[in-house]
């Protein structure tokens, strides 16, 4: 129970690294403030979590026996970032950790003069301005407060180039910058901020996850084929678990890290060793 007397607040929870990381952290006794979008993006050509899959989500923490707040918000938005976080503090009093999660993966697949600007913009709006915003509007209770721990997710496209996904790759790697200067800010007040960057993650049923499908769907090619991509692109001839993610954020959010800020871990089979 590493998180006991934790509020832990995840964004993207509705499912895939989301739900993981929030069925970790009940496992561990935290009690959580789950965030996702209230519905689907017109910018964004797949479907978003929907409520019903939040509120999955949920149940199975309650299961784990945490108290879990819903609260829905879009990431693109500071005014429902702030109500969510509001909700979180009038239940529990505290936020003391938050994962950082919500992210899109497409409009993607074309070289990167092709993007129109709608496109471009969402992107970043999503992916490194919404994780802005949610810690534009947590750090302040972690002041308060005396001090917290922040997960932002990144990717291994934070790190390294993919063809044909050049917005996403700027927005993971605006991400990794994002954390390490945050990291700095708030070192003094005891705040710890570090990036984790995924590599290649199956979908797991269980998790509803649909990434590696949009990266699929965004270069034209099946599932299975984009596994056997991932699946030659890591030396350990096995691809990443949301669960394996949802370790190392766990991990980060939790005490055991404490001299651990401004540091960026890969869950990537290897990937990025090559
Ligand atoms: N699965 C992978 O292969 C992989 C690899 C590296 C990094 N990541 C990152 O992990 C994070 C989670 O991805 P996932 O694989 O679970 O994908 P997913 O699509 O299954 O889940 C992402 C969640 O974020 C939510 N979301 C999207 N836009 C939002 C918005 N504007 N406001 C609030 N919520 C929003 C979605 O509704 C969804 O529930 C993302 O940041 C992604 O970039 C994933």
Redesign the pocket.
């Known amino acids: 129970m590493r998180l006991r007397g934790s509020v832990v607040m995840i964004?993207?929870?509705?499912?895939?690294?989301?739900r993981a990381c929030a069925l970790r952290a009940a496992a561990e006794g935290a009690d959580l403030v789950l965030?996702?979008?209230d519905g689907d993006?017109s910018e964004?050509p797949y479907s978003?979590?929907s409520p019903a899959?939040l509120e999955h989500t949920a149940d199975l923490c309650r299961k784990e026996g945490a108290s879990v707040l819903v609260a829905p918000?879009?990431?693109?938005s500071a005014e429902a970032v702030e109500a969510a976080v509001e909700l979180g503090i009038d239940r529990f009093g505290t936020i003391t950790g938050l994962i950082n999660?919500?992210?899109?993966?497409a409009p993607s697949g074309k070289p990167a003069h092709e993007f129109t600007e709608q496109e471009w913009q969402v992107m970043l709006d999503?992916?490194v301005s919404?994780e802005w915003r949610v810690l534009k509007a947590v750090v302040p209770v972690m002041l308060r407060d005396g001090g917290g721990s922040i997960v932002n997710?990144?990717?291994?496209?934070g790190l390294v180039g993919y063809r044909h996904f050049a917005g996403y790759v700027a927005s993971?790697h605006a991400v990794v910058g994002l954390t390490k200067s945050a990291a700095l800010d708030y070192a003094p007040h005891d705040i710890r901020v570090n990036a984790l960057?995924?590599?290649?993650?199956r979908?797991d049923p269980a998790m509803?996850?649909?990434?590696?499908a949009?990266?699929a769907d965004a270069l034209g090619i099946s599932y299975d084929e984009q596994e056997a991509v991932y699946l030659e692109s890591v030396p350990t001839n096995a691809l990443v678990d949301?669960l394996d993610v949802a370790d190392a954020a766990v991990w980060l959010v939790s005490g055991e890290s404490r001299r651990v800020t401004g540091t960026v871990i890969t869950v990537d089979s290897g990937f990025t060793a090559r």
């Open positions: 964004t993207g929870a509705a499912r895939g690294i989301g965030v996702d979008v993006l964004v978003l979590g899959q918000a879009d990431v693109r999660n919500a992210g899109i993966g999503v992916n919404g997710v990144a990717s291994t496209a993971k960057c995924p590599g290649p993650v979908d509803d996850g649909q990434m590696t949009v990266v949301p």
